[in-house]
């Protein structure tokens, strides 16, 4: 399935992006919208973010994991919804990751 001559993959991957451009915007320019080349800590949590050389094959395997379930409800809101609110919940738990440093 395509929306604009692009996979459903493409658009997650592009709105993460964007998602990820707007959240760093102003705090970390070089790497705002971008997978990161370098790797990072987060003092205070218990999470450690993985390798560089991971990002790629990472986010792959999330992108594939959405569009399966994509594929697995009826009604292509429901994922975009779906999508919207696991987004929400992803970015609440990292500013509370990020604000108990």
């Given at each position: 399935m395509?929306?604009?001559?692009?996979?459903?993959?493409?658009?997650?991957?592009?709105?993460?992006?964007?998602?990820?451009?707007?959240?760093l915007?102003?705090?970390?320019?070089?790497?705002?919208?971008?997978?990161?080349?370098?790797?990072?800590?987060?003092?205070?949590?218990?999470?450690?973010?993985?390798?560089?050389?991971?990002?790629?094959?990472?986010?792959?395997?999330?992108?594939?994991?959405?569009?399966?379930?994509?594929?697995?409800?009826?009604?292509?809101?429901?994922?975009?919804?779906?999508?919207?609110?696991?987004?929400?919940?992803?970015?609440?738990?990292?500013?509370?990751?990020?604000?108990?440093?």
């Open positions: 395509t929306v604009g001559g692009k996979t459903i993959r493409e658009h997650l991957e592009g709105q993460t992006k964007n998602l990820h451009r707007q959240i915007k102003g705090i970390d320019d070089e790497y705002a919208g971008v997978y990161r080349n370098v790797k990072v800590f987060i003092s205070g949590v218990q999470h450690t973010p993985p390798k560089p050389l991971k990002i790629q094959e990472e986010m792959d395997e999330l992108m594939s994991w959405y569009v399966y379930k994509a594929h697995a409800i009826k009604d292509y809101e429901d994922f975009i919804t779906l999508v919207a609110a696991e987004l929400g919940f992803s970015l609440n738990l990292y500013l509370s990751a990020v604000n108990c440093s």
